[in-house]
Each structure stands twice: as structure tokens, then as C-alpha cells.
């Protein structure tokens, strides 16, 4: 699986929108791009995934580059609640975990 | 989204003696479950794949005679811990997909703790 890159903290401010970069330079033709959260002491929580186009769901949207080296998953109305570790996650397969962004939302 | 129940959510056992940790995916036939460890600020660990009524693949370095899975069903999983000691202690997550390149769902994990 590709690798990715991600910045390990970011903070953002109650009702603004949380942008999370990531970086997937080696992503492969048929890796699809994930995004999962983890809530300290529980399991991760899918967000939303992709292959090519942007997405959007009723948590986020995932915004893919031309050439799929890069993504950003955009939380659009940040809340308190949505402070967590964000993973972004490259496959075709199994899922493999980075060490992701400490996302802080401060009141 | 859909729902994967991992039961215990904690336990705590003595040294020597065997834990099981059960997945189930409660609304949906998981052909492929995963199972996870994470130890304390660190990111999760891919010890094991396992598909419905074949034998497990592990990761390298996981021992496959101390985890036992088992996917006997498209809707359980089972992670055995054979004779737990100190250092198996750790929480451990499993997650089921159904299909390929389709999100999988993770449950909410099982702390174990080896006296």
C-alpha cells in the first residue's frame, strides 16, 4: 500500500471548517484514499473514501487532486465532537494505518 | 453506517491463561474482518486478514500460534490470545468489510489487560 503523509497536529476553531492535507505522492491506479477517525480509547470511525473524484457525505468532503498525489478532507462546520486523530489511508486492500493528525477544535 | 460489535470490551486475566475476543458485523456479511492491536499513543498495528472459512494471513512478525483467528462465518470473527502474558496487554480492534474497495467498519475495540 501507498504511503502517506500527514501533519501531526493541527488545531481549528469551533464552527469554522477543519481542512486535513494529505500527501499520497505513490498512490497507485486502483488505491482508493480513506479517511477514518479515532475518538481516544475507541475504534476508528469511517468517514468517507475515494478513488478519483471528490466526495461528500454528511460528515465531510474529501477533495482529490488532478493527478491523485494529494487530498483534503474538509470538515465543514468544525465542533467540539470532532476533535480526534485523523488517519487518511491509501488501498486496495487491507487497511494500514499512519500515525495521522491530532485535530483540536477549540472552543 | 453499518455495525461491528466487539465483545468483551475489556478483560483482565492472568498470566498463562487464553483470552478470546469476539467481531461480529451485526448488519451486514463481512467477507474479510481485520484485526488490530494499538498500544498506548501509538497508531493501530495490522497483526491479521482473515476471510470467511479460510485461514488466516498474517503480518510479519505476528505470531500465528499466540492469535488465533478464526472466520468460521461471515458474520463472526474470533482473535485468540494463547497464553497471555504481561506484554500482550494492549487494546485490540477488529474491523469487517463485505466488499473490496468498500469502507470498512471498526469496532469498538477490546483492552486487554495480563496480570
Known amino acids: 500500500d501507498a504511503k502517506t503523509t500527514q501533519p501531526p497536529s493541527m488545531d481549528c476553531a469551533e464552527g469554522r471548517a477543519a481542512n486535513l492535507p494529505c500527501n499520497h505522492s505513490t498512490i497507485s491506479g486502483n488505491e482508493y484514499v480513506y479517511w477514518y477517525r479515532q475518538i481516544h480509547s475507541q475504534g476508528p470511525q469511517y468517514i468517507i473514501h475515494?478513488?478519483?473524484n471528490n466526495e461528500t457525505n454528511e460528515m465531510a468532503s474529501l477533495i482529490i487532486t488532478e493527478d491523485r498525489k494529494s487530498s483534503t478532507l474538509i470538515l465543514p462546520h468544525a465542533t467540539l465532537r470532532d476533535t480526534a486523530v485523523y488517519y487518511c489511508i491509501v488501498s486496495n486492500e487491507k487497511l494500514t494505518f499512519g500515525t495521522g493528525t491530532r485535530l483540536t477544535i477549540i472552543p | 453506517g453499518a455495525v461491528v460489535s466487539q465483545h468483551p470490551s475489556r478483560v483482565i486475566c492472568k498470566s498463562g491463561t487464553s483470552v478470546k475476543i469476539e467481531c461480529r458485523s451485526l448488519?451486514?456479511?463481512?467477507?474479510?474482518m481485520f484485526w488490530y492491536r494499538q498500544f498506548p499513543k501509538k497508531s493501530l498495528m495490522l497483526m491479521a486478514t482473515s476471510n470467511e472459512g479460510s485461514k488466516a494471513t498474517y503480518e510479519q512478525g505476528v505470531e500465528k500460534d499466540k492469535f488465533l483467528i478464526n472466520h468460521a462465518s461471515l458474520t463472526l470473527s474470533t482473535l485468540t490470545v494463547t497464553s497471555a502474558h504481561p506484554e500482550d496487554s494492549s487494546f485490540y480492534i477488529c474491523?469487517?468489510?463485505?466488499?473490496?474497495?468498500?469502507?470498512?467498519?471498526f469496532g469498538q475495540g477490546t483492552r486487554l489487560t495480563v496480570v
Open positions: 475515494g478513488l478519483k
Open positions: 474491523s469487517a468489510s463485505g466488499m473490496v474497495n468498500t469502507e470498512a467498519f
Open positions: 448488519d451486514f456479511q463481512a467477507t474479510t
